[in-house]
């Protein structure tokens, strides 16, 4: 058990409606980030918070969003979902956000049909 | 671009022998290379963490190699477990300050009894 916790595990939804991941980080980690997986492909890092401001973008579309809140635990949201949108979601967090070992959650498998 | 490219893509190996994964890299600039064991539906676990200077790091039956000179890691398994069937993904970070990490597809691997 990575420490973790990301909610729920699995969604099921259709085109064009709006979920939210949540993501819990380890205790004492200040830093959360967010990586997509779709099937056979690599982690793709979607975005990363520090203390709850936004430290660094990746390839996050612009009908996602993410926020980090005062009690350091994260949300996903994605919108005007898409079947390509399907995959698994990951969220991951560290000490301090620097270059230094991550944690990952179990992931949040987001089916669209 | 930066890039990770892992070999082979998959492998199928019996229960209690040795393998060896491959990840070539062309990430610029390098700060570390780190290789994570990801279970079927889970998140990836973290095997080994190498900078530069590192041209071997042990954790258990797993061997990771580093030729910074090559831009080339191995993961060497040893006495391979039924346990080990699963992915494993070669991950360069390319510091910058923030966990800029850079994710290979992954070696899916099979162990067979």
């Known amino acids: 058990d990575s420490g973790v916790t990301q909610t729920p595990k699995h969604l099921i939804t259709a085109t064009g409606q709006r979920v939210t991941l949540r993501c819990s980080p380890r205790?004492?980690?200040?830093?959360v980030y967010w990586y997509q997986q779709s099937l056979d492909q690599g982690l793709q890092f979607l975005i990363q918070y520090y203390n709850g401001e936004e430290r660094a973008k990746g390839n996050i579309l612009e009908r996602f969003s993410a926020q980090q809140f005062p009690d350091l635990h994260s949300e996903l949201n994605l919108s005007s979902l898409e079947l390509g949108d399907s995959a698994l979601y990951f969220c991951?967090?560290?000490?301090?956000?620097?270059?230094?070992?991550?944690?990952f959650g179990s992931g949040t498998q987001l089916s669209v049909l | 671009k930066n890039q990770v490219e892992q070999s082979p893509q998959s492998l199928i190996i019996l229960e209690g022998k040795n393998c060896t994964l491959q990840?070539?890299?062309?990430?610029?600039?390098?700060?570390?290379l780190r290789w994570y064991k990801q279970d079927t539906g889970r998140g990836p676990v973290s095997l080994t963490i190498?900078?530069?200077?590192?041209n071997t790091k042990s954790n258990g039956r797993y061997t990771a190699t580093l030729d910074a000179d090559t831009k080339q890691s191995s993961l060497h398994i040893t006495a391979s477990q039924l346990s080990d069937s699963a992915s494993y993904i070669c991950?360069?970070?390319?510091?910058?300050?923030?966990?800029?990490?850079?994710f290979g597809a992954g070696t899916r691997l099979a162990v067979h009894p």
């Open positions: 205790s004492g980690d200040l830093s």
């Open positions: 190498m900078t530069f200077s590192e």
């Open positions: 991950v360069v970070s390319s510091g910058g300050g923030y966990n800029k990490l850079i």
């Open positions: 990840c070539n890299y062309t990430v610029s600039p390098f700060s570390n």
């Open positions: 991951a967090s560290s000490v301090t956000g620097g270059n230094e070992k991550l944690f």
